[in-house]
Each structure stands twice: as structure tokens, then as C-alpha cells.
């Protein structure tokens, strides 16, 4: 490994800690969630599997978004609407009907939630229109070598290479449908 590589590793090592981190403190929370009927988040859905759920939970609860932004509802919807209502935020969850409207209304330290993959075109489109300080979430394949976008987490690098992370946390129990594999990738626009 290069040293750039190694730097480039140890930035998001401390970055996926604090996410981690963050998960952990609210574990409690986390564990109140159950399999109910939506709007209920559940823990028994393929869609947005337990890492991703979980940290897309913590994330709502300590940065405290004024807003998120969703080009769509999902499963996602629901455990932003537990994280806002388990934390007492007065964070507004409204639905986007396009993605460039989604991307032209997150501002500094809300949140741009895309479900879909999105392709280096429409990436490359989307950035430029984003506050500086947005959130933005996709699912893989994502623009990990995009230098505007800083990464805060990306859920399948945290399970290939921090699997003691997790452990040591006691994230391991976190709820997941056997085969569902998170994919969730979070970055801040700089």
C-alpha cells in the first residue's frame, strides 16, 4: 500500500469510528426499534439493512439536521422519523420530486438522501448544485474519487475491514435480514 493509500485509509478509519461511535451511544434506542407494521421503522426489511438503518438513526439524532431531503419514502423515512421524534428534533423529513430539486434544496448540514444508484453523470450534474456542508447518502457504487465529496461513512468497508470495530462496540447485534447487504455511502459536500 501506498502512502497516500495508508493516509487515505487512516482518514476514513477515524471518520467510520466516530460513525460507530455514534451508533453505540444510542444503542439503547436502537434496541427499542422492533419489527412493527410501517410507518414503523423494522428491523426486518431488506431495504435498508441493519448498519445502514442504524447509522442513518445516529446520524439524525447528533448532527441534527434542519432538514432531510428524500428523492423518495422508503424504509429509510421511517427510521429518520424515529430519530427525529426519539430525539425531539424539530428537523423537517420532506420528499423531493426530482433529484436536481432534492440537490438545489439541501443546504449546509441537512441531508440529500438518494436511494437510487446513481451514475457518475448525474453525480457529476448534482455536485456542483450542492451547499457546501450538505450530507449527501447513495447506495454503491457511489463517487468515492470525487475530491468534493468528503466520505463519513460507507457501511460495506466498515464490514470488510472493521469487523473488530464492530465487535468491540458491541455492534454485531445489530438486526439484519440474513443476505441483505448494507450499502449505504455518505459523504459531506466540501
Not at 466516530?18 to 439503547?28: F, K, M, P, T, Y
Not at 426489511?45 to 448498519?51: I, T, V
Not at 468528503?150 to 435480514?177: E, F, K, N, Q
Request: charged share 20%.
Amino acid at each position: 500500500m501506498t502512502a497516500s493509500c495508508e493516509a487515505h485509509d487512516v482518514s476514513l478509519l477515524a471518520a467510520y469510528s466516530r460513525g460507530l461511535d455514534a451508533i453505540a451511544a444510542l444503542q439503547v434506542e436502537l434496541a427499542a426499534i422492533g419489527n412493527g407494521a410501517p410507518p414503523s421503522p423494522r428491523w426486518s426489511q431488506a431495504e435498508f439493512p441493519g448498519l445502514d438503518a442504524a447509522f442513518a438513526y445516529a446520524l439524525v439524532r447528533t448532527r441534527k439536521p434542519r432538514r432531510i431531503v428524500q428523492c423518495e419514502a422508503g424504509a429509510w423515512t421511517d427510521f429518520f422519523a424515529r430519530a427525529i421524534a426519539d430525539g425531539g428534533l424539530t428537523t423537517i423529513l420532506e420528499i423531493s420530486p426530482s433529484l436536481p430539486d432534492a440537490a438545489g434544496r439541501a443546504q449546509a448540514g441537512d441531508v440529500l438522501f438518494i436511494r437510487r444508484e446513481v451514475v457518475d453523470r448525474e453525480m457529476r450534474d448534482l455536485v456542483p448544485v450542492l451547499a457546501a456542508g450538505a450530507l449527501v447518502h447513495v447506495r454503491a457504487p457511489g463517487p468515492a474519487g470525487d475530491a468534493r465529496l468528503a466520505p463519513v461513512w460507507d457501511s460495506g468497508w466498515i464490514l470488510d475491514r472493521m469487523a473488530d470495530a464492530l465487535l468491540a462496540r458491541d455492534l454485531d447485534t445489530i438486526p439484519m435480514l440474513p443476505g441483505a447487504r448494507p450499502s449505504s455511502l455518505w459523504f459531506v459536500k466540501r
